[in-house]
């Protein structure tokens, strides 16, 4: 969708920020917010670029960082720390040769660290996209890996 | 215990997108009870639950409804805030995933109590099933005039609406929360003025968590004086705890006012006791108690009189393989992170504690850095702006106090 016509939609008011980002960040897949589209949206609302970039620094889940296709986000606290979420971290970053906060050379992969996403009950857990996976040991992630190769 | 559930008693019998299963249980015959009652009647009935708010802070719900109510505004608001933002807190999800119609009926009824025409569900951006859900809800609701202009053929027009959150933690705090759904950075406000009296736009506001809002159609149908027959003097009715960590059966567990840390790990939990080492309550922003403390009551206002809280319901058990230290920079690192840099005691003064703790992990403190560490605690409690600077080192605070030779033996000598 054009990023004019989700202004429109969402209302034309500087109020209107942050839901208008979620949206346009979901053009991209829901992974980052490029300079020329922040521009268009600090201009269409009358608000400074510096504004917006702002509310990005602020709020986790938008963002301007450039990330991959996939972007995989462990929870490592404590109710996953103390069911192994450090193994979880360790074999990610294995299996695909990169360290947590980088993306792989394809643009496929990237490995953050989240906060709970309330899935304490099936530690250790992590989410990818909207999806959720829990009860994770390292032998699973291999599974999940190719899961996402296959779905491209 | 069967008669002492409340929140949790159809779930898994109905399905959460099937409004007629909902109904087929009594849903929303507490919504038409009240709309042909006095709204006044309806607030008396939640005064006399005693029902104290699960989002953590536990006010008086009646009397916070009895504020908006007396509001003279045209204008004012609901909010839910199901924001769930605490680590180890996972029974709001569970109540939207499970049971979508009970908490629309308790937003819808408190709307109506307090004079409100709109209300916002303030979720967590990560609930992308739990949104799914309850749009899907609100759909129905709306299609069976539940919701939406005359409702159920009375006078009565309501609204709701679903704003998403963004990734913060102190977006859960009330006054940030309601910047946020104004498209600002949700930093908090100064308080007073209180949301009941100026919130949302700078209308009178009625902000409750989930799990409060979710109690009352039970309340209007039975009446506040059964519900407030549950629980303990200070604490009535039911809690929602999310038990995690090291316990062999995690999950959301309803359990009356009263029940010890003990029943809910060793009998609902299934887990036994000679490897816990330390018990986290309401999540990183609560104490964290020894094992000999286990036979511990829920119990808000008993347990505040010996610095102790359980926050939202969160019980995290930790075995002893654990370095209590590496769990305590955990703690801090969350609310290191989620600080919204707007007072210094909780930007650097959270920073500093850090600091200490990692000489601690790596045995390199000596006894000033203990001194230290104590007075900073101290200090960036009293002198915070908001619950979360307020907050943020009630973990190390209760380590000092129960585990204090834990730090006593890692001192460089
Ligand atoms: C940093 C911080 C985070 C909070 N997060 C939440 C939350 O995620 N959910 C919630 O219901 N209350 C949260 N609260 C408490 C709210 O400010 C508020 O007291 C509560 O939502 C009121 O509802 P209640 O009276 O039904 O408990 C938080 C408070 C602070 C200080
Ligand atoms: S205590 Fe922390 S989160 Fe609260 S206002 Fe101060 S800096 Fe922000």
Not at chain 2, 233 to 260: A, C, D, H, Q, W
Not at chain 2, 380 to 393: H, K, M, N
Request: glycine share 8%; charged share 25%; net charge neutral.
């Amino acid at each position: 969708m054009d990023i004019k016509k989700i202004i429109e939609e969402k209302g034309k008011k500087p109020e209107n920020a942050i839901q208008i980002l979620k949206e346009v960040q979901k053009i991209n897949n829901y992974k980052y917010l490029s300079s020329p589209q922040i521009k268009i949206i600090a201009d269409e609302l009358g608000l400074s670029e510096s504004k917006i970039v702002s509310l990005l620094s602020f709020y986790t889940l938008i963002t301007e960082k450039y990330r991959g296709k996939y972007v995989i986000q462990i929870c490592t606290n404590v109710s996953c720390y103390v069911n192994g979420s450090n193994n979880i971290v360790k074999e990610f970053e294995k299996e695909l040769g990169i360290k947590m906060g980088e993306t792989t050379s394809d643009g496929l992969f990237t490995l953050e660290y989240t906060s709970c996403i309330g899935c304490c009950n099936i530690a250790p857990a992590i989410r990818i996209g909207n999806k959720k996976f829990g009860e994770l040991t390292p032998q699973k992630i291999q599974a999940i890996i190719s899961k996402c190769r296959e779905n491209l | 215990m069967e008669e002492n559930i409340i929140l949790t008693k159809h779930i898994n019998k109905i399905n959460p997108m099937a409004i007629d299963d909902y109904i087929k249980v009594n849903g929303y015959e507490a919504l038409k009870k009240v709309l042909k009652d006095d709204p006044l009647n309806i607030i008396k009935e939640i005064k006399e639950s005693a029902l104290r708010g699960r989002g953590g802070a536990a006010f008086n719900t009646g009397i916070k409804m009895e504020s908006v109510y007396n509001e003279k505004e045209t204008d004012k608001y609901v909010i839910c805030n199901a924001d769930e933002g605490e680590p180890g807190n996972f029974k709001d999800r569970y109540l939207m995933e499970n049971n979508p119609h009970q908490l629309i009926e308790g937003i819808i009824i408190a709307g109506y109590a307090v004079g409100s025409t709109k209300a916002h569900i303030y979720i967590r951006g990560e609930y992308d099933k739990s949104k799914n859900i309850l749009m899907h809800a609100l759909k129905e609701a709306k299609e069976r005039g539940f919701l939406g202009s005359n409702i159920i053929g009375s006078n009565f027009n309501y609204e709701i609406e679903i704003f998403s959150g963004m990734g913060s933690y102190v977006c859960g705090e009330e006054t940030a929360l309601i910047e946020s759904i104004e498209g600002k950075v949700g930093r908090p406000r100064i308080k007073p003025p209180f949301p009941t009296v100026k919130g949302l736009f700078d209308k009178p506001t009625l902000l409750n968590n989930v799990e409060t809002l979710s109690n009352i159609p039970y309340i209007v149908l039975n009446g506040g004086s059964k519900y407030a027959s549950i629980g303990t003097e200070s604490s009535k009715g039911t809690m929602l705890i999310s038990l995690s960590g090291n316990v062999k059966r995690s999950g959301v567990f309803e359990v009356p006012f009263g029940t010890s840390i003990k029943y809910i790990i060793g009998v609902l939990g299934e887990t036994t006791f000679e490897k816990i080492k330390m018990i986290q309550l309401g999540g990183p922003s609560g104490p964290i108690i020894p094992l000999e403390m286990v036979d511990l009551k829920i119990d808000i206002d008993a347990m505040r009189k010996s610095n102790l809280s359980i926050g939202s319901g969160a019980i995290i058990v930790i075995d002893n393989h654990f370095n209590m230290f590496e769990i305590l920079r955990k703690n801090i690192r969350f609310f290191e992170h989620e600080s919204c840099g707007k007072c210094t005691p909780c930007r650097e003064g959270i920073r500093q504690i850090r600091y200490i703790l990692s000489l601690f992990v790596n045995n390199l403190a000596n006894q000033s850095d203990l001194a230290m560490l104590e007075e900073l605690t101290h200090y960036i409690s009293e002198t915070s702006f908001c619950g979360l600077g307020q907050a943020a080192t009630n973990s190390v605070a209760s380590t000092l106090k129960y585990f204090r030779s834990e730090y006593e033996m890692r001192i460089k000598k």
